[in-house]
């Protein structure tokens, strides 16, 4: 079965660093998302990207944000200097239309120290 | 403004007892609705999902949904809880607008 692979699972960064987190969507798919989901909390939608730009940004998607389409198959979440509340679980996820369910990744769980 | 409610942090339900994980919604127009589970350390995974047609839905594990237009409530249910549904239960509208979550614990 198809899946949405993420790498790394865990990251640990300090604080003012760069990160960039890695996803493999599902070959197929059009649509591209991160989320992401603070300890506790709800999952928080960051941003959609389809035909090589993004779609829609939440207002949590700052310009340290960026995301990447490098090749034909990943699809990046850099952060270009990590805050401590930046502390989350990363999720990306794909989609085959704007309109069908979400398939998503394990998540990464990025530490910002 | 748009929003999902999911009005309980965590719902209790005996082993072979029925569930029902309850989530409103406020959104405009015609609601796209999913139901996703998150086991632990895990990501989230798609239940099932009302676009349009039959107002209950049947999706992965047993579990089904019905859609009900005048309370504008997405229940999640199932007849017979099984210890392994612990989880953490997100519903959701579209892909943008998400509940805070719902704990289930299914007691052996």
């Known amino acids: 079965e198809p899946e949405v692979t993420q790498t790394p699972s865990h990251q640990v960064t300090q604080m003012g660093q760069e990160v960039i987190l890695r996803c493999v969507p599902i070959s197929n798919h059009l649509y591209f998302y991160w989320y992401r989901q603070i300890l506790g909390q709800k999952v928080e939608f960051l941003v959609s990207f389809y035909n090589n730009e993004i779609s829609e940004k939440s207002e949590i998607f700052d310009d340290q944000f960026s995301v990447e389409r490098p090749d034909g198959s990943n699809f990046t979440l850099k952060i270009r200097s990590t805050k401590l509340e930046d502390s989350a679980m990363y999720f990306c996820a794909s989609t085959e239309t704007g309109r069908t369910e979400a398939f998503f990744g394990q998540g990464t769980r990025l530490t910002v120290v | 403004a748009q929003s999902v409610a999911q009005p309980e942090d965590q719902v209790n339900v005996a082993e072979g007892n029925p569930l029902t994980v309850k989530c409103t919604y406020s959104v405009s127009g015609n609601p796209y609705l999913f139901w996703y589970v998150q086991y632990p350390n895990r990501g989230l995974q798609f239940l099932l999902k009302y676009i349009t047609g039959d107002n209950l839905v049947k999706g992965s594990y047993g579990f089904e949904a019905e859609f009900n237009k005048s309370q504008t409530s997405f229940h999640l249910k199932k007849p017979s809880a099984l210890v392994s549904d612990s989880a953490l239960y997100f519903c959701?509208?579209?892909?943008?607008?998400w509940g805070l979550g719902t704990s289930l614990a299914v007691n052996p």
């Open positions: 959701a509208a579209l892909k943008l607008i």
